[in-house]
């Protein structure tokens, strides 16, 4: 698709139609029987952002499990006074859609850009449902989205806004994962790493508890969306004596050999870093779209080897992929279509099917197991094209160039027969 003046009116069109009625859904002016998952907003940010406007952090709250920076996601409301806390969330979260959709709108006008990223983004949100708006998730994307098409030009925009998002959730730190060797990678990495510091510092500073978010992370177990817990799902079928349990904020399996699969796939998430890195070392072309591309690759494999795939999770790889596809010479595309699809089958476990996903049902079985193996594909064929284009390719041609003599190789081979046939 070419950033054509027609597709993009109608883009805007279609946005502003799926986020009125996302509005009306959270706000319960409309309220479709059990799709309502604002209380997260209503009971639990409420009740952290009372705490931390007391000057702490929630430090006895386990479910509190962000880098201290989310603090301001949280505390965001107050700047709508004349509105109510879930209300004043919701219209802020709308905002950041808006702000993304622009952003995106922009990038895909020029030489080498597209509209396809600008679709992505608004078709893959209301998929998502009201979960889009009622997590601080899309304000963190607003960010890394902002940071990838900064970076096009600003490597150190790119880096302060990836420490800045990193603070917020840890995942944008990913983001600078593919910077070009070099000049960038300095400026990026360098700019990220000072940012980063003073954040957290200034975090610390303030009010006691900003790092208590760390042990809280480390002691959650297989969630019951994740890719791991699809071995207790038919396990369950078989006898499995485990339970679903409320765990650090999530249902959680607890039971027989849950705390070797959570390792299990804790290893899967270092060998998805060992691929990456090696990736790194490997790779021999950086293009227009390689940070974006290499970006949206390493979300997507921590992501689906991750112990916990929260709904929310699926607007940062909506986002990502956004911004790849607006980029022309992205290969990103069917890796960005089976992410679209895995959103709206998303929705449909959660929360429309989620009691099924809970008691491991059939129906709870196909949702999952359709989820996650639409992300596993991603994440193949994403890790595959990524290789692909920056190594093999780069190696290939390099090997034909160094098969095929050049002009000056010529010419010196034809003088020097002429002379070996000279009587």
């Not at 208590?212 to 177990?221: E, N």
Request: include cysteine; proline fraction near 5%.
């Amino acid at each position: 698709m070419t950033g054509s003046s027609g597709t993009r009116p109608a883009a805007f069109a279609v946005w502003a139609l799926t986020r009125a009625v996302l509005l009306l859904w959270v706000t319960k002016v409309v309220t479709p029987p059990g799709l309502d998952v604002t209380s997260d907003v209503s009971v639990i940010y409420h009740g952290w952002y009372d705490v931390l406007r007391s000057g702490t952090y929630p430090e006895s709250d386990v479910t509190w499990q962000y880098p201290p920076v989310a603090a301001l996601a949280i505390l965001s409301p107050a700047l709508l006074p004349f509105l109510d806390y879930a209300t004043a969330f919701f219209v802020l979260a709308f905002l950041c859609d808006a702000l993304v959709l622009g952003l995106l709108l922009r990038a895909s006008d020029g030489p080498g850009r597209r509209t396809a990223g600008v679709w992505v983004w608004v078709a893959g949100v209301p998929l998502l449902g009201t979960t889009a708006y009622a997590r601080y998730d899309v304000m963190v994307t607003a960010v890394a989205v902002a940071a990838l098409l900064a970076g096009l030009r600003h490597p150190r925009v790119l880096g302060a806004l990836a420490a800045f998002g990193a603070l917020l959730k840890v995942w944008p730190v990913l983001l600078l994962a593919g910077t070009a060797r070099g000049r960038r990678t300095r400026l990026a990495w360098t700019t990220a790493a000072a940012v980063a510091v003073g954040l957290l510092l200034v975090c610390v500073a303030a009010a006691p508890g900003a790092l208590a978010f760390l042990g809280f992370q480390r002691d959650r177990g297989t969630e019951v969306e994740s890719l791991g817990a699809l071995v207790f799902h038919v396990w369950r079928q078989f006898g499995w004596e485990g339970r679903v349990e409320l765990h650090y904020g999530s249902l959680e399996f607890l039971g027989p050999h849950v705390p070797l699969v959570s390792t299990l796939a804790l290893g899967l998430s270092v060998a998805a870093f060992g691929w990456l890195l090696l990736w790194r070392l490997r790779a021999r072309t950086f293009g227009a779209s390689t940070t974006a591309d290499a970006a949206f690759t390493a979300v997507l494999l921590f992501t689906t080897t991750s112990r916990v795939i929260s709904p929310q999770y699926m607007l940062w790889l909506v986002g990502l992929a956004a911004v790849c596809l607006v980029l022309r010479e992205s290969r990103m595309g069917w890796p960005a279509v089976l992410v679209v699809a895995a959103t709206g089958v998303t929705q449909l476990e959660f929360p429309i099917g989620f009691v099924h996903v809970v008691t491991s049902d059939a129906q709870g079985l196909t949702l999952m197991f359709l989820r996650n193996g639409l992300l596993v594909a991603a994440s193949v064929l994403a890790a595959v094209r990524l290789w692909r284009d920056t190594v093999r390719a780069p190696e290939a041609a390099s090997a034909v160039r160094d098969e095929v003599p050049t002009a000056p190789a010529l010419s010196r081979a034809g003088s020097a027969d002429t002379r070996a046939s000279a009587p």
